[in-house]
């Protein structure tokens, strides 16, 4: 049917309008021949007849003149012939000769002036096409000349008719004609582009499989071509397997893409810390953080090392003699080697140029960042260090090195020295800040250097992606291959590529959380809640760019604004102690608790108390109690790279009650769009959300809470990590390529394939 509607309709169309110009043109023109045709024919009569005819009228003879006039109309055309006078009269005619075409009527066309008076009148030829009783007639009249004097003129009627029948009989074979042409010109055509295209085909895919050269102009269209393939041919793989990236599946894209390699980790931060606790005895601590969240699933699923520094108090005790100890703990899967650091290279290198000078330039969330020479050089030492702990881990020049975070932004380039070959992807999970204000940084050359050594480096939004390519173009002398999305630099190239990280959906937390109903009654309890109360809650490192002290002023605005909610609203946050040995921190700390204490005082009712501050660590299923127990929870960063919290909460939802007020300056906004997106910096605004959410219907908080629980289970974290890997895949089957054609470059210098 589409193939009718879109090809053959057209073409009928088309055909239709040819035809009929083409049969209107061919009769016209048949027709214009036939009238002139038919004009000489009476000429050659009135020329044969004319000697006769005088001669004739010489002699009076008016039987012999009929019997001329009666020769002429032997021609089957001829319908009638007459013999005129100047003067209009009669003279002879054939017989039948067709009513109409009388001497007087046909005489006023032709004698046209007498000249001067007395002078013998002058004659002109004379035509006409008639359609009459008869038929369609030709008549013409013609003087019949002697001594250049007209002695009379003949009139000749011929029939038209047969002109009309020969028109039809020509309109039909030039339709016929024209219709064949047009349809064999069609299917040729039609031919002609099936087989070059089978031809091209064959071409594409032969230049496609390598066994065909690319012609140069063609080059970089072969490359997007193979790129759309790839990735065609990898959603068509994923298909085949279920929409759902899963542990499983992200196992097996390890083991057939990757040949089963071995995943090394680095971050500073551990996934377990083991604490020795007041009772004497060894705790293991999950720590509060986005990165340990999102890579510990994959660490699970793809076992290997995870090399951190080692900051739990009893560490040191479960480590064995290469500092590495099996994780997690009861169902050991993975190693987690810990690296140790002494406190001045833990003060300068983590709070001093991490968080004092890298977290503040990174965030817009006006802290002004401090950036110290002495911590430069911990930093600097610090990454060197960890890279050679990482050296000795690596078994082969091929590994896979994940590389996580603003801790360590020297250190690609460091473990490239050790292992040229090395897959090192780079994930960096906090903004990329625009280039005037990374600019502020003194070693911006250094850093951007260092991270240069990775194979693909990752950040959670395509704009992070476009500041950092920004800063290579103001800061460095590289190349940037901007359709790419690559820098090339030293002959080494490195992919720039959004991966916006997730979580682990259906969380394996949820299993040692009881239902929604039993987790609300616990906290009610445990708090001294009315039983009708509303909860709201927010889950943070003690940190000043999640905007704690806005999301307290808007709680407070609510208050004021909608006193309804006044003795039953309630905000639980609770904030883990973070970077405790930074000044900031511990003011930011502070602030915290003054504003929960002057809004409690000011909305105190009997016992009830409208902030309630949680200012320690909780173990995971503690956080996840707290979010199924919410009926909202608010997530108010003023700068946020994704913000798990907010995914977190969605995940923890499966009964679909509950809202997630989430700030417009984080990452997941753009992602968890049913969200009830703010500003927290507008606290009217924020307190107007705050507000929505509390009075939301059941239903529109199910058909949010569904719709975000949805995204989440497709796009989770072993997806964000799957997406990688297989990018990795494809740049190591490219680089072997590459190396089997042009052996003399370097390992992460391509051809443009
Ligand atoms: P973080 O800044 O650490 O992560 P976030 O993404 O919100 O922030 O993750 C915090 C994690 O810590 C969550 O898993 C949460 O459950 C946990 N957590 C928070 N408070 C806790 C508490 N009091 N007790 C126990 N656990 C707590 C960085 C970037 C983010 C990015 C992540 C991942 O700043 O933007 O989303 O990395 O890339």
Redesign the pocket.
Known sequence: MRLILRFIMPLLCVLGLLVWIASVLVSDTFRRWSERDMRLRADLAANSAREELLRCLHQNDSSEMSRVLEQLVRDERIMGASLCGCDGRLIAASPEFPAGYDCKSVGGHVVVSGGVAGDPPMLVRWTEVKDGSIGRVHVSAIPIMENEQAAGFLTIVQDLSFVARRESQVRFFTVIAFTVLAVSASVLTVLVARLSRRTWTVEIRQMLRGRAAAPPEFQPIMRDFRELVAEISAEVHAGAQGRVWTAERLRQVLRQELHGERVIILANRQPYVHNRASDGKIEVQHP????V??LEPIMRACSGVWIAHGSGSADREVTDKKDCVRVPPGEESYTLRRVWLTPEEEKGYYFGFANEGLWPLCHLAHERPVFRRSDWAYYQSVNQKFADALAEEIDNDDSIILVQDYHYALAPSMIRKHASRATILTFW??PWPNSERFGICPWQRELLRGLLGSSILGF?TQAHCNNFIDAIDRYLEARIDRDQQAVIQGGHRTLIRPYP?SIECPSRWIRHVPPVAQCREEVISEFNLPRNALIGVG???L?Y?KGIEERLLSVETLLERFPQFAGRFTFIQ???PSRTAIERYKAYGKTIEQMTEAINAKFRRGEYRPVILLR?????PD?MRFYRAADLCYVSSLH??????AK?FVSARDDERGVLVLSRF??AARELTEALIVNPYDIEEASSGLAAALNMSEEEQSERMRAMRLYLTEFNVYRWAGRMLTDAARLRHRHRVSDRLIPHLGPGELPLI
């Open positions: 509060a953080s986005g990165l969240t999102a999970h906090i959670h990280i889950i943070d490192r940190d760019t609770v904030a883990a320690r660590h909780h173990e995971p956080v946020d790279g994704m913000n798990l919290v977190e984080t990452g």
